[in-house]
Every structure is written in C-alpha cells, then in structure tokens.
C-alpha cells in the first residue's frame, strides 16, 4: 500500500517555456517526486479559459509533455497525464459547482485581473476556473500542492470547497496543503516584472548559447552599480538570482564576493553565469530532442499517466457518487 502523501499540480500547455516556469514551478515539481506520489496534470482544459487556436492546441499539450519530461518530471515516479483524457475531472468540477456559492468566486483576484486584460472574453470558464481548479486536486485526494504566492488565494478557495462538501456530506477529502517553491523568483531581463512571454523578458529552455548571450549581456543588473569599480549588491541583483538557480556553489560564493569588492564586473559575472546556465539547459535541450524523435514513447507515457490517474479518480468518484445518491441505477 502508498503510504506516501499524494501531490497534485496543474501545467498549463501554453507554448515555450522559459527559465522563469522552470526555476519557479518545474524545479519544484522535480524536487517532489522523491518524497510524494505525484500527479501532474497538463491542463488543457484550464487553457480553454482564455481565447486559444484549436489548431495548435494538439502540438502544444505534445510540446508540454516533452518539456516536463525532458526537464525531469520521471514518468516511472510520477503520473503525468492530460486532464481532458479523465473525464473526472470536469465531472467532479460540476458536482463541486452546485455546492460553491458564486460570491467566493467573484472574490478571486485573478478573475478581476482576467476581465479587465479581456473584457470581450470574460467566458464562464474563467469564473469558474478555480472551481475545475478543485475538482483536479481533490479528485486524487492530494494533501499537498506546489503554489507559487500568486496561487494562493486559488488553493485557499479549493480548502473552502473541501470544508463545505465535508460537512455537507461525509468527511471525504483532505485539506491541501500549499508547498511554496523557492523564494527568490528569478524575474525577466528588465529586473523588474516577472518574467513573461507577453513582457518579451525572457530566456527560453529552447534558447541557443547565442541567444542567452545576447540576452544576458544586456540584461538589468543592480542599477546602484553604475561603474566597473562601483560594489554591487548581489541580494539587489536578478543575474545574482539566476546564479542561485543555475550556478555551481564555488561560482555562486565567488560572483558574491567579487560582486561586493568589485573584484569583477557584471560582463565577467553573467559569462561565469552563461557557462553554468548552457550546462544545464543544454542537458534539457539534448532531452527534448531525443524525446521527439521517439513520438511513440511520449504518447505512451501518457497512456500510462491517463490510466494510473483514472484508477485513482474512479475510486474517488465512487465515494461521491455514494454520498450524493447518484449514479445509483445504471
Ligand atoms: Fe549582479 Fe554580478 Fe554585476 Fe554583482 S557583479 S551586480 S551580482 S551582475
């Protein structure tokens, strides 16, 4: 019997990924495997919320999965599947709409934020994205769910939802619990906004040596450092935060020191950067690759992902469906 406690995390297919998703989310989801029974979602239904081009939807879910394989999520640990291939997901979201009072939903930041960004496309399912949000952690029981701070209100609205369905019904699922990632967030080449595709501030997984440099040359640094024999503040630096991410322990005490004394200067610090930053892309890149070259393997890992999560999810809407009276003559 699993004694491990079960984790559930949603990976939106939302086209290339960028060192941002991979140091804040992905690491994360990596680091997890050894200790819980993970399962990782590519959530294509989530991505339906905002507009999307049916035609590329397809080769978007294939790319997310070579991306999170390739990058370290192991389908022998973990279960990675595709949320619209179990159909519970949607099933469970429906049953949880008709016990969530709309008011809690209209309280979630990220829907005003949403609605303003796309006043012509304020759909439903952007309303009620947090309860399909529920409907995905609960249907696998998962106790523990990796959340950047942003996530937040999101995970306390499904903590709600499991109060409410457990003391309308039988106690049936856990509270989860949010396991933030790492604190220091690496931000975009401007060093100030997040990085994001939509800003054009960022490094991708799929960049080339060429590229990285181009974009880390230019990049913001501590902006007191104004001279090569100004001292820098690496905890004031977002290439210093890059380095936590990327660079070996040595680099990473060495860029500090010299960065303080101005022993070397930002072009000296992003090349130390640069070399340990490739090593480890390099490493995702040759990956992927080899990942689509072997179709057949990557669609097999989500037949197996598909499997083992519906195994869980059938048992669990067993339960709900017990409580609830329904499905009762078929
Ligand atoms: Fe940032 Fe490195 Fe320049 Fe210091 S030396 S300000 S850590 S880029």
Redesign the pocket.
């Known amino acids: 019997m699993n004694q491990r406690k079960r984790v559930f995390s949603g990976i939106q297919p939302s086209g290339r990924l960028h060192i941002g998703n991979y140091v804040g989310a992905m690491q994360n989801m990596i680091s997890l495997q050894e200790e819980y029974e993970c399962v990782y979602g590519i959530v294509d239904y989530h991505a339906m919320t905002v507009r999307f081009d049916p035609a590329k939807m397809q080769e978007s879910i294939f790319d997310c999965a070579v991306d999170y394989i390739a990058a370290g999520i192991d389908p022998e640990k973990s279960i990675l599947m595709i949320q619209s291939t179990v159909s519970e997901h949607t099933e469970l979201a429906w049953i949880l709409n008709t016990i969530t009072p709309i008011s809690w939903l209209l309280r979630v930041p990220t829907f005003k934020e949403k609605r303003q960004q796309n006043p012509d496309y304020a759909n439903m399912g952007l309303l009620d994205y947090p309860v399909l949000m529920a409907a995905d952690i609960m249907l696998y029981k998962a106790e523990v769910v990796p959340v950047g701070d942003d996530q937040l209100p999101h995970l306390e609205l499904t903590r709600e939802i499991v109060r409410r369905f457990n003391s309308l019904f039988r106690p049936t699922f856990p509270e989860p619990q949010a396991k933030l990632g790492p604190v220091s967030r690496i931000l975009g080449l401007d060093g100030v906004n997040k990085m994001s595709k939509s800003l054009d501030n960022c490094i991708y997984l799929d960049d080339k040596r060429e590229d990285i440099w181009r974009k880390l040359s230019t990049a913001v ?2 902006v007191r ?1 104004k001279r090569r024999t100004d001292p ?3 905890d004031e ?1 977002n ?2 935060t890059m ?1 936590k991410a990327f660079s070996k322990p040595d680099d990473i005490a060495y ?2 020191r ?2 303080r004394t101005a022993g ?3 072009l000296d ?2 090349k130390i950067l640069l070399e340990n930053m490739c090593c480890d892309l390099e490493q995702i890149q040759g990956r992927s690759e080899q990942l689509r070259n072997n179709r057949e393997h990557v669609l097999h890992v989500l037949a197996q992902g598909r499997r083992r999560a519906k195994e869980i999810a059938a048992r669990t809407m067993d339960e709900v469906y017990a409580e609830l009276g329904i499905k009762v003559y078929h």
């Open positions: 640094t501590d450092r820098g503040n690496p630096c290439i210093f380095h860029c500090a010299e960065c070397i200067g930002c610090c992003k």
